[in-house]
C-alpha cells in the first residue's frame, strides 16, 4: 500500500500536469481565434484578386485561357479530386503535405497521412514530396523513395506569409523540372475542435473552373478597365491566387491542429481530474487511518499509565 508521503507527492505532479493541460487548452483557443481571423481577412483579398481575374478572363478566348495548355500553378477552386488524382493525370507529379512540427494533438498527422496513402498518386509517378511539419514526414517516407523534403510550420499568423512564399518558389522550381501536376492535402475544421482531410489539385489549372468565372455576369454596371498587356497581369493574378489559395489551406491546417490539440486537453484534464480525485480519497482515508491509530496509541499509552 502507498504510504502518505508517496499519495501526496503523486498529488502535487497531478496537480503540476492539470496546470500544464489548462495551459495548453488556453493556447489552443487563443491560436485557434487567431488562424480564424488569419483565413476570414484573406476573404476580402481573394475577393479582389477573382474580380480582377474574371475581368481579364472575360475578354481571353477559352482556347487561350489559362490551363487550356500548361500555364500556372493551381486552379486552388478547393474541390476534390473525385477519384483520387492518381486516376486523373499522367506524367510526373509532386504532393504538399500540410502537417505539424509540435505533438498533443491527437491524431491529427496520422489522418493526413493515411488521407495521402489512399488519395495520391502512385509513388512512381510522383517526383517530389513535401511535408510543412517535420512530424507528418515520418509516414510519407514509405512511399516517397527520394526522401521528403521538410518545412517548418508557421508558429503563428504571422509566418505564414513567409513559409506560402517558400512554397511558390518551389512550384515554380518543380515546374521548371517538368512537373506536369501538383497536389495540395492538409486537413481543415469541422467545427470547435473537429477537422476532416482535404485533397485539391494546385496545378494544372481547370479550364472549366475559368470558364465559369469568366462568364458570371459582373456584380455592377461599371466594367472594369486596365492598362497593362493582358498576358501580364493575367500572370500577376494568377501569383496572388496561388499565394491565397495556399494561405488559407495553411491557416485551414493550423486551425485543425489546436482544435485537435484543444479536443486532446480536454480529454486529458478529464482523466487527470478523476485520476487526481481517485488519488485524494485515497491519500484522505490513509491519512486518516493514520491518526487513528496514532489516537489509539495515545489512550492505550494514557490506560497503562494510569
Known sequence: MASIE?????????????????????????????????????AEYEGS?????RAVL??????????????????????ELGDGPGDRSDGAAAVIVLGTDHGLCGRFNEAIVEHVLQRAPKAGAVRHWLAVGERVAPGLESVA?????IFPTPSAAAGITAIVQRLLLRVDAWQSEGVAHVYLYHNR????????????????LDPAHFRRRAQAPWPSRRLPR???PRGRLLG???RQH???????????????????????????????????EDITGRYRRERQATITSELLDVVAGFEAAS
Open 6 to 42: 508517496s499519495l501526496k507527492q503523486r498529488m502535487e505532479n497531478l496537480d503540476d500536469l492539470q496546470q500544464i493541460v489548462r495551459t495548453m487548452k488556453a493556447l489552443s483557443a487563443v491560436s485557434i481565434r487567431q488562424y480564424e481571423q488569419a483565413a476570414a481577412a484573406l
Open 49 to 53: 484578386v477573382e474580380l480582377g481575374l
Open 58 to 79: 472575360r475578354e481571353m478566348p477559352m482556347a487561350a485561357a489559362p490551363g487550356s495548355t500548361d500555364g500556372g500553378a493551381g486552379d486552388g477552386s478547393g474541390d
Open 145 to 149: 523513395g527520394g526522401g521528403v523534403e
Open 189 to 204: 475544421p469541422t467545427g470547435r475542435s473537429g477537422y476532416e482531410p482535404r485533397d485539391q489539385r494546385l496545378f494544372p
Open 226 to 228: 486596365y492598362t497593362l
Open 236 to 238: 500577376h493574378l494568377l
Open 242 to 276: 496561388y499565394f491565397s489559395v495556399l494561405f488559407r489551406c495553411c491557416a485551414e491546417s493550423l486551425a485543425a491542429e489546436h482544435g485537435s490539440r484543444l479536443k486532446a486537453m480536454q480529454a486529458a484534464e478529464k482523466n487527470l481530474d478523476e485520476r487526481l
